[in-house]
């Protein structure tokens, strides 16, 4: 695209882990946490979503499937694949997000666009192991310095560099990782 309009971009983002925020009356609110462009991006979430990312990132499994392991197995059992997750917009607080899916029929691809929740969106993500994308307008809207955050009670920045060396799961952080938003 030319002109003095900038080509939108969209940057792969990780989960960093789940963190907790001050809601508007002082009350803690957990946060699913991403890392894009350098920055951390805090999406408040239920604290059945942080569980339900937090459990699927540390591989803990649950007795009965809930409902995102339900979706995930639907799609595979009916020939389809999740390929990935985009959050590409911020409007008033509220992020929205897509999920994209495809199956094959007579060798041929379908591809399929949904509109989802980034939190159920991140969740369903984590489980299948598909990336997910972040757009320039909402990391500049919302995104944080690393120094915004306080990492497992009391470090600054980003999680230790040696956490990638230690835990080689999808995350180049512990999912276990602490986030206190300042």
Excluded at 63 to 85: K, N, Q, W, Y
Excluded at 137 to 156: I, K, M, N, T, Y
Aim: aromatic share 6%; net charge negative; hydrophobic share 35%.
């Amino acid at each position: 695209m030319s002109g003095p309009r900038a080509t939108r971009m969209n940057h792969e983002a990780e989960v960093a882990g789940i963190g907790v925020g001050s809601g508007p009356d002082g009350e803690e609110v957990p946060a699913v946490v991403l890392r894009a462009r350098g920055e951390y991006l805090p999406i408040f979430v239920t604290p059945d979503q942080a569980r339900s990312i937090r459990d699927a990132l540390s591989g803990e499994p649950f007795d009965r499937p809930l409902t995102h392991d339900l979706l995930v197995e639907m799609v595979t059992e009916f020939g389809g694949a999740i390929d990935s997750v985009r959050i590409d917009d911020i409007t008033g607080g509220t992020f929205y997000g897509k999920l994209t899916a495809e199956r094959y029929i007579d060798g041929e691809p379908d591809q399929f666009v949904f509109d989802a929740r980034p939190s159920d969106a991140i969740a369903v993500a984590v489980r299948t192991e598909c990336p997910i994308h972040v757009s320039d307008e909402v990391v500049d809207a919302a995104g944080q310095p690393l120094d915004s955050f306080d990492v497992d009670g009391g470090h600054r920045g980003p999680p230790e560099s040696g956490a990638r060396d230690r835990d080689p799961g999808p995350s180049e952080s512990d999912a276990d990782d602490d986030f206190r938003y300042r």
